[in-house]
C-alpha cells in the first residue's frame, strides 16, 4: 500500500530514492527492500539505480577539477590529490559532466571546482546540469574565477546555497584554505568512508541476491561492471564475486579471470575468485569470446 500508485506517480517512498541526500536515499531503499514487494511499482526502476549507486560509492573520496585550460586542471587536481581526494582533471565543460556523472564515480563525488573561463558548454550550463541530476543535486561546488568576471561569479553562487565563487586558488595552502569554506556549506556532504562501505557491501550482497532469484535481472547485469572496481577493494571482494558469479555475462566472467590471474593479489581472494568462475560457467555455460579464451 505504500508503494502502490493509483495514478502511475511515485509514491513518497519510491520517489525518496532519487532524494539528492544520500542517507534518505540510502534509508528509502532498505525500507522497500525489506518490504520486497512482488510487484512492479511506479519507480521500481529507482531500486536497481540506487543499488549501483551504493555499490559503486566505497573507497577514497573523488574530487572534479574542470578549468578552461588543461594545465591549470591538472595543476589542481593534483593539489587535491595531495590532499587525499581521487582526483580526476576536465578542460571542457562537456569532459566535466562527464566525469561528474560517471556512475564509477558519483557516489564518491565530494567536491567540484570549476573554472570561470571553462568552455563548451561554460559554467553556468555546467553547475546547471550538475544541480539538476539527483545524484549530484547537493554536491559542493566551487566556481573559481578570474578577477574579472569574480561579480559575475558570485552571482551565479547567490542562487546556489551548495555553490561559492572564489578568486582562482595559488598554491596549496590556498587550496586547503578553500576547500575548508567549502566544508562550511549547508550541505550534507559525502558520507566518511567507513559509512559509505557498509553501504557498498548492503547494496552488492543486495544485487546477488535478486540475481540468484532472477529478480529484474536483466535490469542488473546491465551495471554489472560497477562490481569489478570493487572487486580490487578487500572489504568488498567476497560481495563482489557473488555478483560477478551470478551475472553470467562476458564482462563477469572476464573480470573474474582477470582478478584470478593477478599474481599480487592474496592466493585465498584468487582462489575465491576461480569457485566463482566455475560456478559461473556451470550455470551459463562460457560466455567469453574466442579472442578472450585465447588469452
Known amino acids: 500500500s505504500v508503494l502502490t500508485s493509483p495514478d502511475g506517480r511515485p509514491r513518497p517512498l519510491a520517489a525518496a530514492l532519487q532524494s539528492p541526500d544520500d542517507d534518505v536515499r540510502f534509508t528509502a531503499l532498505q525500507a522497500i527492500l525489506k518490504i520486497h514487494p512482488q510487484t512492479s511499482f511506479a519507480g521500481a526502476s529507482y531500486v536497481?539505480?540506487?543499488?549501483?549507486?551504493?555499490a559503486a560509492g566505497g573507497g577514497d573520496p573523488t574530487a572534479l577539477a574542470a578549468a578552461g585550460t588543461l594545465g591549470r586542471?591538472?595543476?589542481?587536481?593534483?593539489?587535491?590529490?595531495?590532499?587525499?581526494?581521487?582526483?580526476?582533471?576536465?578542460?571542457?565543460?562537456?569532459?566535466?559532466?562527464?566525469?561528474?556523472?560517471?556512475?564509477?564515480?558519483?557516489?564518491?563525488?565530494?567536491v567540484v571546482l570549476i573554472d570561470s573561463d571553462v568552455s563548451l558548454p561554460g559554467v553556468?550550463?555546467?553547475?546547471?546540469?550538475?544541480?539538476?541530476?539527483?545524484k549530484t543535486g547537493r554536491t559542493p561546488i566551487a566556481v573559481l574565477s578570474s578577477l574579472a568576471r569574480l561579480d559575475e561569479m558570485e552571482q551565479l553562487a547567490?542562487?546556489?546555497?551548495?555553490?561559492?565563487?572564489?578568486?582562482r586558488p595559488?598554491?596549496?595552502?590556498?587550496?586547503?584554505?578553500?576547500?575548508?569554506?567549502?566544508?562550511?556549506?549547508?550541505?550534507?556532504?559525502?558520507?566518511?568512508?567507513?559509512?559509505r562501505l557498509v553501504?557498498?557491501?548492503?547494496?552488492?550482497?543486495?544485487?546477488a541476491r535478486m540475481l540468484a532469484s532472477d529478480a529484474s535481472s536483466d535490469q542488473l547485469r546491465r551495471d554489472v561492471e560497477l562490481a569489478e572496481r570493487a572487486l580490487y577493494q578487500a572489504e568488498l571482494t567476497a560481495a563482489a564475486l557473488e555478483v560477478l558469479e551470478r551475472a553470467g555475462t562476458t564482462g563477469s566472467q572476464r573480470?573474474?579471470?582477470?582478478?584470478?590471474?593477478?599474481?599480487?593479489?592474496?592466493?585465498?581472494?584468487?582462489?575465491?575468485?576461480?569457485?566463482?568462475?566455475?560456478?559461473?560457467?556451470?550455470?551459463?555455460?562460457?560466455?567469453?569470446?574466442p579472442e578472450a579464451i585465447a588469452r
Open 73 to 110: 586542471a591538472n595543476l589542481w587536481a593534483g593539489q587535491l590529490r595531495s590532499l587525499g581526494y581521487d582526483a580526476v582533471a576536465a578542460s571542457t565543460g562537456r569532459e566535466a559532466l562527464g566525469r561528474v556523472l560517471d556512475p564509477t564515480r558519483a557516489a564518491r563525488l565530494a
Open 255 to 289: 573480470a573474474l579471470l582477470d582478478y584470478l590471474s593477478a599474481g599480487a593479489l592474496p592466493i585465498e581472494s584468487r582462489q575465491a575468485a576461480a569457485e566463482a568462475f566455475r560456478q559461473s560457467v556451470e550455470h551459463f555455460g562460457v560466455q567469453l569470446p
Open 48 to 54: 536497481v539505480d540506487s543499488l549501483w549507486y551504493f
Open 199 to 207: 553501504r557498498a557491501r548492503f547494496a552488492l550482497q543486495s544485487i
Open 158 to 167: 547567490e542562487s546556489d546555497p551548495w555553490t561559492i565563487a572564489e578568486p
Open 170 to 195: 595559488h598554491g596549496s595552502a590556498a587550496m586547503s584554505a578553500l576547500l575548508e569554506r567549502i566544508a562550511e556549506l549547508p550541505t550534507p556532504g559525502l558520507a566518511d568512508d567507513e559509512v
Open 124 to 134: 553556468r550550463e555546467v553547475v546547471f546540469q550538475i544541480r539538476r541530476d539527483a
